[in-house]
């Protein structure tokens, strides 16, 4: 009796490869589609049609629609405040370790900002962060409530720049221009378009982020 003949190095690398790539066609066809569409209007059958692959993928890669849903929440929203805390670092280091209150917003409103220009890619993965918001799992929106590291350290910056200020009131000013991030989305802007009878133009995402800094900054800077 011969012993079965093992796969070689070649073969194992390549099966590797498909599985990647197999992973991440479900990866991507779910962010787009819940994206778009909305977490409860999207099926596994639809993301698996979608990436071209076998029905059993996502439970496959990822376990479960959920396990999935949250993969992808986990990896852009920590892209997303990986790109703030360099922001926030590299504005710390021009200034000494004591940051202006502007460049301590601009380090976190800019990054969800540009992410969410129509003309880039990463528009995709800011729907879907808006969409977590409000439409995720009982696990995102755990996660959401109780992991604020990456907040804490914008509160001790403006806690730096505005000593002069209440601890209290530096959390209540944070939280509100939080709320300046997460309710500033693209697909309103339609309406305030009609409101100002077509004076407002939300396609200078530079010209939109001076707008947004302008009004938070003042916010902060008052007494």
């Given amino acids: 009796m ?87 670092h590299e504005a710390n280091d021009r200034h000494a370790g004591k940051p202006p209150v502007r460049e301590i917003l601009e380090a976190l409103f800019a990054p969800p900002l540009r992410w969410a220009d129509p003309a880039n890619d990463r528009r995709i993965s800011v729907q879907f962060i808006i969409r977590a918001r409000s439409e995720g799992t009982a696990e995102m929106r755990e996660a959401l409530q109780n992991d604020v590291s990456h907040l804490a350290r914008f509160a001790d910056a403006l806690k730096a720049a505005r000593p002069d200020l209440a601890p209290e009131s530096v959390y209540w000013r944070l939280h509100f221009v939080l709320g300046m991030v997460h309710n500033n989305r693209f697909v309103e802007f339609d309406r305030l378009h009609h409101l100002s009878g077509g004076l407002t133009r939300e396609g200078d995402v530079a010209a939109l982020l001076g707008r947004m800094l302008d009004f938070a900054e003042a916010g902060f800077l008052a007494d």
């Fill in 2 to 88: 011969t012993d079965p003949i093992a796969p070689d190095a070649a073969e194992i690398h390549a099966d590797e490869e498909t599985h990647a790539a197999t992973k991440a066609a479900v990866f991507g066809a779910a962010e787009r589609l819940f994206a778009l569409h909305g977490f409860q209007n999207v099926s596994v059958r639809d993301i698996t049609a979608e990436a071209g692959v076998n029905l059993a993928s996502v439970n496959y890669h990822f376990g479960s629609k959920d396990a999935l849903l949250f993969a992808i929440f986990r990896r852009r929203t920590g892209e997303l405040n990986r790109e703030r805390a360099r922001m926030l």
